[in-house]
């Protein structure tokens, strides 16, 4: 069993940054592939970014590339997702997952998920 537990949401100003973390309660972190998905007001859940086991290979949404950045600390047991530049299009709860599969977009392929972090973004 995988718990983990989001934080660093907030209210902040278009142009401002965010850190958030994922704190993951499981025996061997390693094992799992991390990744960052978001669900703004009215729409679906979507991807964000992923990371390998080990945090060499990443991935991110188009919509998010050379803004967010994705790491890992496995001694930590945490994901973090760096978001400069924020917009207001970025407006979302955002959710960490958990898989044992490869880098994957798709929220079926991540088998937990934490409570979600609410960003707001302002104009």
């Known amino acids: 069993q995988v718990q983990l537990v989001e934080s660093g949401g907030g209210l902040v100003q278009s142009g401002d940054s965010l850190d958030l973390s994922c704190a993951a309660s499981v025996r061997t972190f390693s094992n799992y592939v991390m990744g960052w998905f978001r669900q703004a007001p009215g729409k679906e859940r979507e991807f964000v970014a992923a990371i390998s086991w080990g945090g060499g290979r990443t991935d991110y949404a188009e919509s998010v590339k050379g803004r967010f950045t994705i790491s890992r600390d496995n001694t930590k047991k945490t994901v973090h997702l760096q978001m400069n530049s924020l917009q207001p299009e970025d407006t979302a709860v955002y959710y960490c997952?958990?898989?044992?599969?490869?880098?994957?977009?798709?929220?079926?392929?991540?088998?937990?998920w934490g409570q979600g972090t609410r960003v707001t973004v302002s104009s």
């Open positions: 997952a958990a898989g044992i599969r490869s880098l994957a977009r798709r929220e079926s392929e991540y088998d937990y």
